[in-house]
């Protein structure tokens, strides 16, 4: 498995969001205080999505679609489809242990964070990936609030990475999100646009972001058809064909 399709992949969790279809009774708000600022995060026990992504790189320009399951707390899984029913790859994340499966290449790679802190050179963890995933905020670390117009920043440090969150006074919600690891520099800048109601609570349907690594921009776009918040248990399917390779990641 080429090292660009992983942190493809890494990147479609990192930057994904999710689009209205219908208003789940099972949404609720879980509310977040930082000193006066209320922040509306989105509850639930599963969710999935279909959507479709856009990463245009030096290295890749890429056109997808891309069906997300999560179990809250727990487990996050992808599955990427360029078309035509086929299935490129899938991805599971747990909280301590990373799977992705090439199927075009019938290889795999099974590790754990330290080997993606390393590649892409960040402090990242389950919780971390989960939280921008959603647009959520996290209230961990040592902060400060600054008053900007519309909106509260709230900047937090938290080991070597600095969160940047501009909430909306209006609504209650993460507008921008802006992650720098201070050690590489390497930062991710992602908006939060055109919310909509998931249950009664807004929630960002338009998504772009961008992600600066060793000097090199990536751009995401997201557009997704489909989120469905449910208590129904979902499966989160990762069986391994015992044909295919196992790659070992240095």
Not at 85 to 108: C, P, W
Request: aromatic share 8%.
């Amino acid at each position: 498995m080429s090292k660009p399709l992983l942190l493809c992949l890494l990147g479609i969790l990192l930057l994904a969001g999710c689009k209205k279809e219908t208003a789940p009774t099972t949404a609720s708000t879980t509310t977040e205080t930082v000193g006066s600022v209320n922040v509306n995060n989105l509850d639930f026990n599963y969710l999935s999505t279909k959507s479709q992504l856009s990463l245009n790189s030096k290295s890749e320009n890429l056109s997808s679609g891309i069906s997300l399951r999560i179990k809250k707390d727990s487990v996050i899984w992808a599955s990427v489809q360029p078309g035509l029913g086929i299935e490129a790859a899938r991805l599971k994340l747990t909280q301590d242990s990373v799977f992705v499966m090439d199927r075009l290449r019938k290889e795999y790679i099974a590790t754990d964070y330290s080997y993606l802190r390393n590649k892409l050179n960040a402090d990242i963890s389950f919780d971390v990936l989960q939280a921008i995933l959603l647009g959520n905020y996290q209230a961990k670390g040592a902060e400060k609030i600054l008053n900007e117009g519309d909106l509260k920043h709230v900047q937090q440090l938290r080991g070597n990475l600095i969160f940047d969150y501009f909430i909306g006074n209006a609504n209650s919600k993460l507008q921008r999100l802006n992650v720098q690891d201070k050690n590489t520099g390497n930062t991710i800048a992602v908006k939060y646009d055109s919310f909509q109601n998931i249950g009664a609570v807004p929630f960002a349907h338009n998504f772009a972001a961008q992600v600066l690594q060793k000097g090199e921009v990536s751009a995401f776009t997201l557009n997704h058809s489909r989120v469905s918040i449910t208590d129904e248990q979902l499966s989160f399917p990762f069986s391994v064909p015992t044909e295919y390779k196992r790659l070992t990641m240095n």
